[in-house]
């Protein structure tokens, strides 16, 4: 005879699984990886560990998820504010600024995840860190990428270095996070955003 009941496969999640994902994301940010516990992260998810390994997997990998959500949240906005200008010195001078509220913005924490997450990481947390290094390096290629776009369309001039330039906007952006991360205002780090832009070579009017 055939059992034709449904079979049960364990108990249902009692628990909002995007809020907690969006809880640890905010632990993460303010903490870093290495220096919250597992322990903690589910006190603030208000999970148990076996509830956060089975909907999420280990620490690692829920960081992982955690830096996806962030990329397509909080972290679209260099990419769009850049996006919305014709030019590249115009695009990084808004992006600047955006970067200059979303630091500061009141809601989440200070600074950028993707810059400060890695910060105490030992050996152990080797793999972390290259996944941290990777997304901030992919952002300068593209940069740089954009910047010698605009070189050879005639917009900046002939010779503009433009590694140079994408390099030193990763590094803006890593320091207004931490001087975000240390009390900054946004009207201090829109005054870095401006002092910035007088490292780039003037555009070039069509």
């Known amino acids: 005879m055939t059992d034709d009941r449904p079979h049960r496969r364990g108990r249902p999640r009692s628990f909002d699984r995007d809020q907690a994902l969006l809880t640890a994301m905010r632990e993460f940010w303010l903490r870093g990886f290495e220096p919250v516990s597992v322990a903690e992260l589910t006190a603030a998810m208000g999970i148990t560990p076996p509830s956060l390994y089975a909907a999420f997997g280990d620490k690692k990998t829920l960081f992982r998820e955690v830096v996806e959500r962030y990329q397509q949240t909080h972290g679209t906005f260099f990419a769009t504010a850049l996006a919305a200008e014709e030019s590249v010195r115009d695009g990084v001078a808004r992006a600047l600024r955006a970067a200059a509220l979303e630091y500061t ?10 810059i400060s997450a890695a910060v105490n990481c030992t050996a152990a947390s080797a793999d972390i860190t290259e996944l941290l290094r990777a997304q901030r390096v992919a952002n300068i290629t593209a940069l740089r990428e954009r910047i010698e776009a605009d070189v050879a369309d005639g917009r900046l001039p002939a010779g503009t270095d433009a590694d140079r330039l994408a390099v030193l906007v990763g590094v803006i952006l890593q320091g207004m996070s931490q001087h975000a991360r240390d009390g900054a205002g946004t009207d201090e780090l829109l005054s870095v955003a401006e002092a910035a832009m007088l490292a780039w070579p003037a555009k070039i009017d069509a």
Do not use: D, I, S
């Not at 913005?105 to 993707?114: F, N, W």
């Open 105 to 114: 913005r009141p809601g989440h924490p200070p600074g950028c995840l993707v």
